[in-house]
């Protein structure tokens, strides 16, 4: 006990920045879900009529997108590791994981429905005047949400993956299993799988939490009538009726049983794959090129969702069944608003900086084993911590504020910033900092003067990536800023339900450039300083 109380003051506050991000989450589950905690509720809800469709419509996006998503990435992964392939790929990743889940859903929309392009270009050989009858959005069992999660949660699973590659003692592994004559697919089974799998729980216990409870792409792409739990219970807290309000707690609450269902599932078919899954000898096979585009299939649909955006944001007319716009404009840039591209602008910017300053201090003084409760808000649906937020902001009066929608925002841009800088620190080198102490220098010195300037490329990549991360919130906004806080991603969904496309597709894209522009300073700023040779003295 004696030794706890004389930690560093660096502990300390480490301690206390976390602990204010995280802790009124407590007492705001206690006041925002506990009129729900009622038989009577649970009862209202399972009466509902919508329920039942609902229900089926969340389990098949929220498990077929997160399965096809793993598909997708261990195909890829597998076929492509290692090899020029997979190095391009990593290149893109960056881009790819810059377009927000309600941009990509707008631009899949634009591809994929009746009118699309694709329908465009199918009816060109077909001779179609007319949009064909066909349901390939917001069909009743959630397919394209489904498949929209499918492609876009690939890319951060293939980003995860690419994290653990990265490690030396894997790639040790893997140049031992190829000096025995091995081939890529026998080194994949036999080594790297069995490996990987287990450290990828994180990552994909986040999958499909989002999965379940994610409310933006689903008012785009999903069902209407009824749609997905996550929408039916957004709506039902939104409702000024107290009895919705509750039964919204409820459908909340049953999101978090559908995810530890889920897990358990998983978790349970790994345990059973593990108990009969040996290391069959057998024969050395030869290597064999990969035979499927997995570069062509995990890219394509990005830069064609953002190539459709940029297009409908310059259209002047675009009737079916032409395939391009009969005249290029700018006049929806010229009329667009540009008041939720700086609100989301300062939000982002913001709270990105206070989230690696306090990950920073974390990372240096913070109790590291404690770091998986700091990954909770990714794992667990976010519909029942935002109604916490709400409920907490509400008894401190600070709804509707800065500070208020900032703090919300930390909750989720703290766990990423986090899980994008932890492993670049954990592989420095603490041999230098060792050697600027014994010259002379405080621990903070060393990490001024030292480590930081040498981890400056990782930072200014989990500062871009927590910028991505708050350009991408749609709950939190909606929510906590209780309707005066406009950001482009707000704009985009409120916009998807109708209305004039170029518009829709202007506020799309300004939601991808903003990450893009975020990662691109990232990138360019480290070359910049060293080129004018600028340090942090």
Not at 261 to 289: D, N, S, T
Request: aromatic share 12%; glycine share 8%.
């Amino acid at each position: 006990m004696a030794q706890t109380l004389r930690r560093p003051l660096s502990f300390w506050l480490a301690v206390l920045g976390v602990a204010l991000v995280f802790a009124p989450l407590l007492p705001g589950l206690v006041w925002g879900l506990s009129p729900s905690i009622n038989s009577a509720v649970w009862h209202s809800l399972w009466l509902d009529p919508q329920v039942p469709q609902a229900l089926v419509a969340t389990l098949t996006s929220g498990l077929l997108g997160p399965a096809l998503a793993c598909l997708l990435a261990a195909g890829a992964a597998s076929a492509l590791y290692p090899g020029p392939g997979w190095l391009a790929l990593q290149r893109r990743l960056p881009t790819l994981l810059a377009v927000p889940h309600a941009a990509f859903a707008i631009g899949l929309l634009f591809l994929i429905a009746p009118s699309g392009w694709l329908a465009r270009a199918i009816g060109q050989f077909l001779s179609w005047t007319v949009p064909p009858a066909w349901v390939t959005v917001q069909d009743p069992y959630a397919l394209a949400l489904a498949l929209a999660l499918a492609l876009k949660e690939s890319w951060f699973l293939l980003w995860s993956v690419a994290a653990v590659l990265g490690e030396q003692a894997v790639a040790q592994q893997l140049v031992c299993a190829r000096s025995l004559g091995y081939s890529r697919a026998q080194i994949w089974r036999q080594v790297l799988w069995p490996q990987l799998l287990p450290r990828l729980g994180w990552p994909l216990a986040a999958v499909l939490g989002y999965a379940l409870s994610v409310v933006d792409m689903a008012l785009i792409l999903g069902p209407t009538t009824p749609p997905t739990v996550a929408v039916l219970a957004w709506q039902w807290l939104l409702d000024p009726d107290a009895r919705l309000q509750a039964q919204g707690g409820a459908a909340a609450l049953g999101l978090l049983i559908l995810f530890a269902g889920g897990v358990a599932l998983v978790r349970g078919l790994w345990l059973l794959g593990q108990r009969g899954r040996g290391y069959p000898k057998g024969q050395r096979q030869p290597e064999r090129p990969p035979r499927w585009p997995w570069q062509l299939t995990l890219t394509a649909p990005g830069y064609a969702v953002v190539a459709v955006l940029a297009l409908w944001s310059v259209a002047q007319s675009w009737f079916f069944p032409a395939l391009w716009p009969a005249a290029l404009t700018g006049a929806s840039w010229h009329g667009a608003d540009i008041g939720p591209m700086w609100t989301t602008l300062w939000l982002a910017a913001t709270c990105s900086t206070l989230c690696l300053a306090l990950i920073l201090l974390w990372l240096e003084a913070g109790p590291r084993q404690a770091n998986g409760w700091l990954y909770l808000p990714l794992m667990v649906p976010a519909l029942p911590l935002v109604a916490a937020q709400y409920a907490a902001l509400l008894h401190a009066q600070l709804d509707a504020s800065v500070a208020g929608l900032v703090w919300s925002h930390a909750l989720w841009v703290l766990p990423y910033t986090l899980l994008t800088l932890v492993g670049p620190y954990r592989a420095f080198d603490d041999r230098l900092t060792t050697t600027a102490r014994a010259l002379g220098c405080s621990a903070w010195q060393a990490c001024w003067r030292v480590k930081w300037p040498l981890l400056l490329r990782p930072l200014l990549a989990s500062w871009a990536v927590g910028f991505a991360v708050s350009v991408a919130q749609y709950l939190p906004t909606l929510f906590v800023g209780a309707g005066r806080f406009a950001t482009v991603t707000t704009e985009a969904v409120s916009l998807s339900a109708g209305g004039n496309p170029r518009v829709l597709a202007v506020q799309a894209l300004l939601q991808v450039l903003l990450p893009l522009l975020a990662f691109a300073l990232a990138s360019s700023w480290p070359r910049w300083a060293a080129r004018h040779r600028l340090g942090w003295r």
